[in-house]
């Protein structure tokens, strides 16, 4: 059997998982009974069908705003409007430095020996600007208040202190090139973004590698994944699709994924090449 776990969340910490799986069940069993699918009450209360599911099944936090909608649409009679002063508490309870599900992948980050990056969307948060972060959490759906904003961008920018720790950890990066080229935020952070890159790969453990997008034999279609190894334990992998993620410690698996970061540093650009282009672009801007 695979001994695997995912990361644990600040409700369960703080012991209010029953509450949220009690409200989950609750809007789920009303929501049937109206005939309506995950897909049409998301659209009814402006949230997609997986974020719907996830409320249902206890592991998002649910919003004081979306039970004060669902009582209503879903005819509940004041049942569900009962529950939003224990919510709040709850919530209360729950705030954290990271996201729901990021607290023990954090944990893993600030003490690890090694950590290995493969990204093919964005600049990972270690890499990542002030201005490029901003720019990422204020375009995510559903949308976030700028409090939330502003405290996700400062926390991203506290895990930067992993640069500075001694003694370092050894860290390597291999980005798609389409990532640099994405203009996340507009021109003038781009370039920032850039300089930054370029600042981070002359620390004596970093090295940065863009895989050429006219690569034609590409080992890994599946997506983003981050590797560490923690102090005293085994290489974990983590992955995270569609805001679901997945802390991977089975041995096997993570061997699998390593081969394939070892085989995509080697069809990358060396460091020395991949800080050329990375200038080359700035140049351009």
Partial sequence: MTDERRPETPAEADGTTGLLTALGKMMKLLRERKG?????????????????????????????????KADELLDAGGLLLQAIPELREAMS???????????????????????????????????????????????????????????????????QQIFDRWPMPMISYVLEEVVLERPIGGRAVR???????????????????????????????????????????????????????????????????ADRYGIMRAMALPPEESSVLIEKMLEEL
């Fill in 36 to 68: 309506l699918t995950q897909r049409d009450f998301g659209q009814m209360v402006g949230y997609g069908p997986d974020a719907i599911s996830a409320m249902e099944r206890g592991v998002r936090t649910m919003r004081p705003e979306v039970l004060e």
């Fill in 93 to 159: 309870r729950v705030r954290t430095r990271h996201p729901e599900w990021y607290r023990s992948y954090a944990a893993l980050e600030a003490e690890a020996v090694e950590l290995h990056f493969y990204a093919n969307q964005g600049v990972p948060g270690l890499l990542q600007t002030r201005d490029y972060a901003w720019a990422m959490f204020s375009r995510r759906r559903p949308l976030l208040d700028e409090e939330t904003i502003e405290k996700r961008v400062a926390d991203r920018l506290a895990r």
């Fill in 191 to 257: 370039r920032e973004q850039l300089k930054q890159l370029l600042r981070i790969s002359e620390l004596r453990n970093v090295e940065i590698q863009v895989m050429p997008t006219a690569i034609e034999n590409h080992p890994n279609m599946g997506g983003a994944f981050n590797l560490l190894t923690p102090q005293k334990h085994p290489q974990v992998a983590y992955t995270e699709v569609q805001g679901f993620p997945r802390l991977i410690t089975d041995l096997l698996e993570v061997r699998t994924i």
